[in-house]
């Protein structure tokens, strides 16, 4: 009976600690600053940890992740180059300052890059022009796409994320994520640490450090795609697809975390319960197996064995 207690036991720790099991089991919750986050694999199948996934939450410059995505889709010419208007000043007011300059022909290139990478509401509106759409116009098919992708609580009011009703849930920001990071040229720009814009004429230069900061850790992590967001009802969010050993790939969201560089350490502190998990579960697999004996063993113990029969035989025996 002890034998079957010990065995019961061991068992539950592994289905507790198995990455599988960890919805099921309710795990301890990591220290996350965030108010909600979700981890899962990419295609979305396998949940590894999560925090309130289905709850409403406001996204910010996430958003621009699906305009992004509706713009290119529309068929925008990288080559091609934008003048950014007085138009898109207005409707950028209230948002973050920009480096870029009116009535200077700026390469799409140059465009998504300042998008995307330092998160620049007028870039976003510049392009959408690029493709015939107007502000109103890139919302609405921003709101399309999202319907078309099954995602009923994304909403857009804006196409940049200035404005705080701009709203999804981490789970589904995790598939719009999913969506751009299948879309090669959007994924390419995502996965750029540094890019200069050179303005024409003038040769001023504009260097954009990517603002998901994960880019910068190649070593410890691979990232394939992901943006950054942050306004006051928003908080600082992330959503990022990183490429992980054991895992694959897998995806991180976090809202509401409270500091620029706290949500990205909210990032590494799910990374390492994926990875005690992932340990947990290796001890408690290799407790419930038993030790193999190797032939070697066999074969160093049988002389013994037979020199002590030997000595035990008698003249009757034989």
Known sequence: MKVISILSCILGLLLFVHPANARKAKPRRPAVDGKIWYVASADGKRVLLEKDKDKTWSIASLSKMMALLVIVEQGLNLNDKTVLTDSDWALAAGGSRTRLKRKIPYPNRDLIHAALLGSDNRAVLGLGRAVGLNAQALTAKMNARARAMGLKITTFMDPTGIAHENVSTAWEV???????????????VMQTVTYTVVEKPSNRQIVYNNT??????????KVLAGKTGFNSAAGYCVAT?????????VIFVVL???????????????????ERIRAAAARAQQAMTPP????????????????????????ASK
């Open 256 to 274: 509401g975390s409270s500091g620029m560089y706290q949500r990205f350490a909210d990032v590494k502190t799910l990374m390492a319960e994926l």
């Open 292 to 315: 193999k004996t190797t032939p070697e063993s066999r074969r160093r113990v049988e002389p013994v064995q037979m020199r002590s029969e030997k000595r035990s035989q008698t003249p």
């Open 212 to 221: 998901n900061i994960l880019t910068r850790e190649s070593r410890r992590t």
């Open 174 to 188: 995790s598939r719009i994520l999913k969506a751009v990071s299948e879309n090669k040229t959007i994924a390419d």
């Open 241 to 249: 697809l990183l490429d992980l050993p054991v895992y694959g790939q």
